[in-house]
């Protein structure tokens, strides 16, 4: 069993996102022994279901975000997960400060499974339109088959 979290700040727009694609991906490769989860690190939005307009975007293209519910990120995750894929450098660098050293080859960025886009980080659609969560889908798509590919080859 492989498992990886996603994380972004508030936990309600691009991770949760990527739990969602990352999960509809690999149910339908028949991808059994994968577990997803997403969380924030910061505490903004605990409790609080995905930004409507994230939900909205990705249920367009099939992918359920309405049952999921906004978390921080715990100490406890980074012994229990894997991977712990940050969406952007920021968050990543948040993560290194949160996550004891013994820790730190497990935090990666999630666009470092799509080298062909040329960019390290899912920008954040929160204060922005709806072409944004339309982006973040975009990029997460591409990440996602990456990310399924490469832990395939494991």
Do not use: K, W
């Not at 059994?32 to 995905?50: F, I, K, M």
């Amino acid at each position: 069993m492989t498992r990886v979290l996603f994380v972004c700040m508030g936990n309600i727009c691009r991770s949760p996102t990527a739990e969602a694609v990352v999960r509809e991906f690999a149910r339908r490769a028949a991808v059994l022994a994968l577990e997803v989860d997403s969380a924030g690190t910061h505490g903004y939005h605990a409790g609080d279901a995905p930004d409507e307009r994230s939900i909205v975007a990705a249920r367009r293209r099939g992918f359920e975000l309405s049952a999921l519910r906004a978390r921080l990120v715990e100490a406890t995750d980074f012994e229990r997960f894997d991977l712990v894929l940050a969406m952007d450098s920021a968050v990543l660098e948040r993560l290194r400060e949160l996550a004891p050293e013994r820790h730190h080859g497990r935090l990666r960025l999630f666009l470092e499974f799509a080298p062909g886009l040329g960019r390290q980080d899912v920008p954040d659609p929160y204060y922005g339109g709806e072409a944004g969560f339309e982006e973040v889908l975009d990029l997460v798509e591409e990440g996602a088959r990456g990310l399924l590919e490469a832990l395939s080859g494991r």
